[in-house]
């Protein structure tokens, strides 16, 4: 998930989590709900988005958002509290078989898949609704696949462009996707939107599809009205012995839309009436709430926090002459105030854990390690002593920040440098310039502070969008302009990789050896919060994704 500074980028995927329906405590889940559930009643989510679109085509909404209680992919994420995210065959037997040096994956449909209408699942469906993703008047959703089926570079979906070659189904139950090289996370992409079968005799409308597709899931939409209300009642014809991943626990669910920031917590901390069965799982817990919250046990045993989440860190511009030299950049590594940048996020237990890798926990190929050991304060001693090592004196940088939500943070690192005689000029600037700039090709500043999410639990999402040489300028999000060749050709074999054990540790490789250069300093891995109301169950958030399942949530009475 592209990240610019962590709150719009926090603010963005929330928008994108609520609408669909849509970080550290050791304990893994403080606050969640993990109490049996029972079958029925109604559950309302509390929702700042204002439309929604159950599109599949259109959405970059991760595996546990809303829109996949409505449409099932060939697999699924099926998370725990305790365990790393896990993926599990959903309409297909099993994540796929592999064949041809990594480069085609062959899927079995199960029997007996149904649409809500009683109509069967077949796999040209799934092909068809692939293909749609293509089309640029359906543009807007994730488009990892785009990329890495052969022949899609200049295809443009079915409307105008016909059929995509590379994706095959010799008969109903079979669909056999050719790539255009190795990409050992392709079962992870089956996972995605775009993989939701949409039948073509159902696509008479494509841009208002979206607002009651053909349902594969244990829900349907009854109704939508834009900035008021979405309703999803249940499909009559799901089959939850093939459904590893959802659990259809209640009988409808109301998703309340365009309300407030502060409505929505103040309503779950009120928890009255129907809010009781309420729960959001795109407005987080601000820091102006942390001292409410906090002050009232009831209110706090009801706030689900993630245990670890999206790596906030500080992007050095690599590119630049005062940062081109590595020892100078290692310096900054020790003079970084981590503990003052947590506390400004909201300290330790609702803004995040300290940070030293580029992997963040509960994805594979994480370990704990730091190569820049220090107190959690930092060590300005020693990143004096290596600056004058380094022949460096009255270091001067500029730092972009975001000047309505990242002010705090840029003042913390300001601070945190001045100890050791750097001299950081702050430069605010709207979210919308800002991204423009650093993502650009013109990256006038030394210094900004980002947050970034994957799209799916694999590492590969960590690493090359922030450090792959060809994400560099052009709207790319390796804002530290970093370029290594040899890291370039590690991440390229830890791409083709498909033994998941053995793709772990080349990521973790990849991870210590792109921090010997140092290129940005760890922060935090971020840390969500969100609230519920007393009667929901289910409740709880991942290391990843540090966010809500929404297809497992259910209610007692």
């Known amino acids: 998930m592209k990240r610019i500074s962590r709150a719009v980028a926090l603010a963005a995927v929330l928008a994108l989590a609520a609408a669909a329906c849509n970080a550290n405590d050791k304990s893994g889940t403080t606050g969640g709900s993990t109490a049996a559930a029972e079958q029925g009643g109604t559950l309302h989510f509390l929702s700042t988005a204002k439309e929604v679109s159950y599109d599949p085509a259109k959405s970059q909404n991760l595996g546990i958002s809303g829109i996949h209680l409505v449409l099932r992919g060939l697999t699924s994420w099926k998370t725990d509290p305790s365990k790393p995210t896990e993926l599990v065959p959903d309409l297909a037997t099993d994540t796929g078989q592999v064949s041809d040096g990594g480069k085609t994956w062959t899927y079995k449909l199960k029997a007996g898949l149904k649409y809500s209408d009683g109509s069967p699942i077949v796999a040209a469906d799934i092909k068809y609704g692939v293909e749609r993703s293509f089309a640029p008047e359906l543009s807007g959703g994730l488009g990892y696949h785009k990329s890495l089926l052969a022949g899609a570079e200049k295809y443009t979906g079915p409307y105008k462009g016909g059929e995509l070659a590379s994706i095959e189904t010799p008969d109903d139950t079979t669909i056999v996707f050719k790539l255009n090289k190795p990409y050992g996370d392709w079962p992870w992409i089956v996972s995605m939107p775009a993989f939701s079968p949409v039948p073509k005799k159902a696509d008479t409308d494509p841009a208002h599809y979206g607002e009651k597709p053909m349902a594969s899931g244990p829900y349907q939409v009854q109704s939508y009205t834009p900035g008021s209300k979405l309703v999803l009642t249940r499909n009559p014809n799901w089959d939850k012995s093939t459904d590893p991943a959802r659990t259809g626990l209640p009988d409808s669910i109301v998703t309340d839309m365009g309300l407030e920031p502060n409505v929505v917590n103040q309503r779950l901390i009120a928890d009255a009436g129907d809010d009781k069965f309420a729960a959001t799982t795109g407005t987080s817990v601000p820091a102006s709430l942390i001292p409410t919250v906090n002050g009232n046990p009831a209110v706090k045993a009801r706030v689900a926090t993630s245990p670890s989440g999206a790596l906030e860190y500080l992007a050095m511009n690599t590119k630049r002459p005062a940062l081109a030299n590595p020892e100078v950049r290692k310096a900054i590594e020790y003079a970084v105030d981590k503990q003052a940048v947590q506390v400004a996020e909201g300290g330790p237990e609702y803004g995040g854990e300290i940070a030293s890798t580029l992997i963040t926990p509960g994805i594979d190929g994480y370990t704990k390690y730091d190569l820049y050991e220090a107190p959690p304060a930092g060590d300005p001693a020693k ?74 639990p694999s590492a590969i999402g960590n690493i090359q969008p922030l450090f792959g040489t060809s994400e560099i300028g052009n709207g790319g999000y390796n804002i530290s302009r970093y370029s290594n060749p040899a890291v370039d050709t590690a991440i390229a074999a830890a791409t083709a990789e498909s033994d998941r054990t053995k793709a772990a540790g080349l990521w973790g490789a990849v991870d210590k050896q792109i921090m010997q250069d140092a290129p940005i300093v760890p922060l935090l891995y971020a840390r969500n919060a969100f609230l519920h109301g007393s009667k929901v169950q289910n409740f709880y958030l991942s290391s990843y994704p540090p966010y809500p399942n929404t297809l497992i949530v259910g209610l007692s009475k």
């Open 383 to 456: 990143a004096k002593q290596m600056l004058a090592a380094a022949g460096v004196s009255n270091l001067n940088l500029v730092l972009a920040a975001d000047n309505t939500t990242g002010l705090g943070v840029a003042q913390a690192i300001q601070q945190g440098l001045k100890r050791a005689g750097i001299t950081v000029t702050i430069k605010p600037l709207d979210s919308e310039p800002l991204s423009d700039l650093i993502t650009g090709n013109k990256p006038d500043f030394d210094l900004t502070v980002s947050s970034w999410l994957p799209d799916f």
